[in-house]
């Protein structure tokens, strides 16, 4: 009994107790939109936690997509959507071995930017600032509208044999759901 106290003893000292990593996968905490220049601009924060497997495809070399879908919709008796305008901007994140950089490049407009490590290009990936959405006309008086956002991984831009596994390998799957806020006008 005393040798299984002393190697239970043992074992927590070789494995200290680690904090919980958060769970892979991508989390919209908050959006919204104002107004400017008869422009409506979106404000996200978006959190992005990836799955091993992901991590070490893109630090080996693999670049990733990731979409940033932006609607506007219009409310029908909560029964169904009608979209008004509808956005997709898309990132490509790649690790660059030789300057040991993370690029983050928006293929929309081709602004890139580098980042000393993983976390810091994500942390950059979610904080959307001043995204312009929609004009201001296309919105009619009095009616409700709503904005609608979520970011997700693009298994289609994989290469082929890596997208049949991420078919399959929920590992792959990083989508958020809809975050979803009023549009004031």
Known sequence: MRLLALWCLLFCLAHPARAQDPAPGIHVREARS????????????????????????????????????????RDYFGIWDQPVASLTQQYQLQYHALSRQYLLRNLNSTAQRSYPTEQAALDALGDIDALPMLDRHL???????????RARLDIESLPTPLRLVAYFDADWRLVSEWYRWPVQH
């Open 34 to 73: 104002w107004l400017v220049d008869d422009v409506y601009q979106l404000r996200a924060r978006i959190d992005y936690v990836l799955s091993t497997p992901v991590s070490d495809a893109l630090t080996n070399g693999l670049p990733l997509i990731i979409e940033l879908q932006v609607q506007v919709v």
């Open 139 to 149: 919105l009619a008086d009095g009616v409700h509208y709503d904005g609608k956002v």
